[in-house]
């Protein structure tokens, strides 16, 4: 979960594009989650991501009621950004990092998962 207004959020994206070249992507998968305003998509959000060559999937989350929705992805997530939820569906396990993440322990947690 990021925004592109959120300057740790902006500092680790390199992290998970370079990151994401070292696994298989039908082994794991990105998805990076925008948390900025549905109204800025096309003047704010699709600009900086041209600009910063982000080749990932980005998903926008249209909800802007954070609260209804906070508690669903961690109760312990006080909404802060940026955050990152590591999980496998097939292991049923998952991990919520809150706080920005260099490309080492993304790696790390990304390997813990596999």
Known sequence: FWASWCPPCVSELPHFETVARDFDPGKVRFLLVSL????????????????????????????????????????????????TLFFNNSRKTRYFHTGEVDGTTLKKYINSFL
């Not at 998509?41 to 909800?63: G, Y």
């Open 36 to 83: 900025d305003f549905p109204s800025q998509i096309e003047k704010q959000l699709i600009p900086f991501l041209k600009k910063n060559k982000i080749t990932l999937d980005v998903a926008v989350m249209m909800d802007v009621d954070y609260n209804s929705w906070i508690n669903n992805v961690d109760p312990a997530w006080q909404g802060n950004i940026p955050a």
